[in-house]
């Protein structure tokens, strides 16, 4: 266990210390969810409540885009200079690789939406910092992060790898985004609790299935 | 040391290694040569724990693969001809990295920089380094946990002469530790005067293997070629 | 391998048999609905081609499991065969589903749960096609098939039932969903005859076309060793 730890920790040092060397992913993905926030922004012209009304679905569009482009460039540096490889001869089990690699890209994800939500707030004028909406943003972002990872190691040793990741990853990731923007709405227009605590028990047990899962198959995809 | 029997290798319908034989002796230096496709890559590969084998046993070490490929890469090292470091890192840093992966102490890391003489440029990213000195670098990877068995893919490939001979230097020096290895190489002179026995690949099998103290240099490419027509 | 089997002939006639007389209890035998007159009958093979269309899909993932654990070619084939067919049969499901729908509530398209997730499960299809035709290896392409059919049919079901809740919960305001998530009429003795003749009848002819397309992969299979083996002949 102790040598499990050590290794995915040793993991997303490393990702996180490469990426902050170049910062070349993070800037990707930020310039990306602003754009996309102002795209909406001016496709949609609505009055101030029917923004309201989508703000969830806004706010999530936005960060599964820019996820998408976190999570493929995160796989293509080890995959180009080999260096899948260099983590496969290492005496550690291959779900180590695997958590690592999705905390790595959790985290960059959370940054995202850490600088985007304020962004959001500001331009929509909705307050989102309340400690049950981030941990929406948390739980969604968890799922979306492990199941993102998950296939993009299965892509990045397809030949058409860019393209491939949102067509895969979209339709399975489905229901944490039905959930997350039902109880990201919840919160953004005051509803009473339990009229969507039914959400956030389904963005958990999603987590924790597809957690499960990915776990259990991940070794898979790495075989020869 | 490893010992390879009647090893298959497919890829769907094509098949590369043919009820492949081969047998290393602990401490020997076998340059495995071969024209392109002929399986050298794989059969690395699948020594290494990377790939698995369709059928026949592979043992290296003690360790019998595909099952218990785990236990082996703690004590394998591996030098590929990507050059498997992170560009953005400096070397110290890789070799950081890897020596959590391998439970490393830092005295050695620091002994490994030195071996390969890059300990001056230790700061520096990897992505500055030219070639000659990533290869250095990943030796030096390969070697950081003091593996008794060294597998390297074509490591001279892309390497100046200067380059080359800083290589070769360190691979004697490293080999004389004791280490099995087994390097694939285009470079039949270079292998002859690194290894202690070649073996040539053709199609898929073993076609010839002989010591180097047994074979005259001027002999080194009728063997080669020979042998690759006694292989078809 | 090269002579096809006299159970598989036997096959294909039962699967016209059946395919026809369902036909004709659907049209001669079962009443006419009073309310939606003669398109309502669209529906027996509205649902027997979703059925099918589940059916494939329940079948990918299963041989997706059979294939990682035993690695044997057949499996693979049989996912990619079961995929193809559902592919198909969800689309002729879905376009009679609007068919049904038009008459009876004067729109294409309803947001009904099982269609929008007939609708997914499509796309999934898709993308399954897709990433099989991007991987060389086909030891590769056979693992990430499995392992992406694997976790669409986990995702699937999480997703439809969201989406049920998303419709109970927060009832839409496009026309007809009310109406579609009613469910629409009750069945009588004879429509059941009728119904449950068809879900039969269409499980045959799944059986029957899953049988050809497995046999034409596993021919196409072996033709590809051959070929590979002539040409290592020749060198």
């Not at chain 2, 560009?87 to 071996?115: C, H």
């Not at chain 3, 269409?202 to 992969?217: E, K, N, Q």
């Amino acid at each position: 266990m102790k040598t499990f730890l050590r290794s995915v920790g040793a993991i997303v040092w490393k990702d996180l210390k490469t990426e902050w060397r170049t910062r070349e992913n993070l800037s990707a993905m930020l310039v990306f969810a602003l754009l996309v926030i102002l795209i909406f922004n001016f496709s949609l012209e609505l009055d101030l409540r029917a923004r309201e009304s989508l703000a969830g679905g806004v706010l999530w569009a936005t960060f599964i885009f820019a996820g998408t482009i976190g999570l493929n460039r995160s796989l293509a540096v080890e995959k180009d200079r080999g260096c899948l490889d260099g983590l496969l001869l290492a005496p550690v089990d291959r779900s180590a690789i695997f958590v690592g690699k999705a905390i790595g890209n959790l985290f960059f994800m959370l940054l995202v939406e850490a600088i985007v939500l304020p962004v959001f707030s500001f331009l929509y004028s909705i307050s989102v910092f309340q400690p049950g909406f981030l941990g929406v943003v948390l739980l969604g972002s968890i799922g979306y992060s492990a199941v993102g990872t998950l296939l993009s190691t299965m892509v990045v040793q397809t030949r058409t790898r860019d393209i491939l990741l949102p067509i895969l990853l979209f339709p399975l990731t489905l229901p944490v985004v039905i959930a997350a923007v039902r109880a990201s709405q919840g919160f953004i227009q005051g509803l009473p609790l339990n009229e969507f605590t039914v959400w956030i028990n389904i963005l958990v047990a999603y987590d924790l299935i597809f957690l499960a899962v990915a776990i259990m198959i991940f070794d898979y995809i790495l075989e020869e | 040391m490893i010992k390879v029997q009647k090893l298959v290798k497919r890829y769907g319908p094509l098949t590369v290694l043919r009820e492949l034989d081969l047998s290393v002796e602990s401490g020997e230096f076998v340059a495995l040569l071969g024209p392109n496709g002929a399986g050298k890559t794989t059969l690395l590969r699948i020594l290494s724990s990377l790939a698995r084998p369709t059928s026949g046993s592979v043992q290296v070490g003690s360790y019998i693969l595909p099952s218990q490929g785990a236990s082996l890469r703690a004590n394998l090292g591996v030098v590929s001809h990507q050059p498997l470091l992170y560009g953005d890192l400096s070397a110290e840093e890789n070799l950081q990295f890897f020596s959590k992966l391998y439970s490393v102490t830092p005295e050695r890391i620091t002994q490994v920089l030195e071996l390969v003489g890059l300990y001056r440029r230790r700061d520096d990213l990897v992505r500055t380094f030219s070639r000659g000195m990533q290869q250095r670098l990943a030796i030096g990877r390969a070697i950081l946990h003091n593996p008794s068995i060294l597998l390297l893919d074509e490591p001279h490939t892309g390497l100046d002469q200067a380059a080359g001979e800083i290589l070769d230097r360190i691979l004697t020096e490293v080999a004389l530790e004791g280490r099995t290895v087994v390097m694939t190489s285009h470079d039949l002179l270079r292998s002859s005067e690194l290894a202690t026995r070649l073996v040539l690949l053709s199609k898929g099998k073993i076609a010839r293997s002989v010591l180097t103290a047994d074979l005259d240099p001027a002999q080194l490419v009728d063997f080669y070629k020979s042998g690759l027509e006694e292989g078809s | 391998m090269l002579k096809k089997p006299r159970l598989l002939t036997a096959l294909d006639v039962l699967a016209a048999l059946v395919i026809l007389i369902a036909a004709g209890l659907v049209f001669f035998y079962a009443p006419v609905e009073q309310m939606m007159g003669q398109v309502q009958k669209v529906f027996y093979f509205h649902v027997g081609t979703a059925w099918v269309g589940m059916l494939g899909f329940m079948v990918a993932a299963v041989v997706g499991i059979l294939y990682l654990r035993t690695e044997k070619e057949v499996f693979d084939i049989a996912g990619l065969s079961a995929v193809e067919i559902s592919l198909v049969f969800f689309l002729v499901a879905i376009i009679l589903g609007s068919i049904w729908a038009r008459p009876i509530w004067n729109t294409w398209w309803t947001w009904d749960p099982r269609l929008t997730t007939a609708a997914i499960v499509e796309l999934i299809f898709a993308a399954y096609l897709l990433l099989r035709s991007g991987v060389d290896d086909p030891g590769k392409r056979a693992r990430f098939s499995a392992i992406y059919a694997i976790f669409g049919s986990v995702s699937v079901p999480l997703t439809f039932i969201s989406i049920r809740l998303l419709r109970t919960i927060h009832p839409v305001v496009i026309g007809s969903a009310e109406a579609a998530s009613q469910g629409g009429f009750n069945m009588g003795p004879r429509m059941k005859v009728a119904f449950f003749f068809s879900l039969f009848a269409f499980s045959v002819l799944f059986a029957d076309l899953i049988w050809h397309r497995i046999r034409l992969g596993r021919l196409q299979s072996s033709v590809n060793e051959l070929r590979i083996q002539a040409y290592e002949k020749e060198s």
